[in-house]
Every structure is written in structure tokens, then in C-alpha cells.
Nanobody
Framework: QVQLVESGGGLVQTGESLNLSCVAS?????MGWYRQAPGSQRELVAT??????TNLAESVKERFTISRGGDKSVYLQMNNLRIEDTAVYFC???????????WGQGTQVTVTS
């Protein structure tokens, strides 16, 4: 079975940075990150394909950068973090040809003042 190993979450103050990492036990055309804050729906943060296409949410595109480490991993550099960024961040991996989508278990990001 596919496993997505996430790391890099933690507790930081506003203005600080974190880098999230997701490594998959397989190859994926599209990988990225979604987040879910308490009492909210899971929402897109950023995705990136191995073909070069990138999709970032408007709320983060000035501060976050997504990158791929080949076709098995994805990273999210989060700068100038805000309290509103506090959420559980989930890695998502998508194989286009098989239409399979997999999710990581989530890594907590907490931003305080």
C-alpha cells in the first residue's frame, strides 16, 4: 500500500518559517498540500506536477513556495507565517493515469503571536 510520510510541522511564532516535507512510497504526477483548521473544511494550499505546473492558493502564494524532489516527494517552504496558517497540513499524492489519490495522516502547524 502507498504511504506518505510527512514531516516539518511544529510550533512557531508569527513571522517565522517552516518547511514541510512529504515522501511517498511510489511515484506521483501531482503532489501537494492541503490544510484543515479547527472547525473548517480542508482546503487547497499548493500542488505541483512533475510536468512543471503549479497551483497555489491566493492566501499563501506571496509567502509559500512548493517544490518537487523528483516524482516521489514534495516540499512546502512556508515563510512569514501567520496565526491564520495554524492548521493540520495534509500531503496529497495523485497518479493521473490510475486516477488514484492518496493522503498523508497530517502534520500540525501551530503559529502563535
Amino acid at each position: 500500500q502507498v504511504q506518505l510520510v510527512e514531516s516539518g510541522g511544529g510550533l512557531v511564532q508569527t513571522g517565522e518559517s517552516l518547511n514541510l516535507s512529504c515522501v511517498a512510497s511510489g511515484v506521483f504526477d501531482i503532489m501537494g498540500w492541503y490544510r484543515q483548521a479547527p472547525g473548517s473544511q480542508r482546503e487547497l494550499v499548493a500542488t505541483k506536477s512533475v510536468y512543471g505546473t503549479t497551483n497555489l492558493a491566493e492566501s499563501v502564494k506571496e509567502r509559500f513556495t512548493i517544490s518537487r524532489g523528483g516524482d516521489k516527494s514534495v516540499y512546502l517552504q512556508m515563510n512569514n507565517l501567520r496565526i491564520e496558517d495554524t492548521a493540520v497540513y495534509f500531503c496529497k499524492a495523485h497518479q493521473i493515469m490510475s486516477s488514484n489519490v492518496y493522503w498523508g495522516q497530517g502534520t500540525q502547524v501551530t503559529v502563535t503571536s
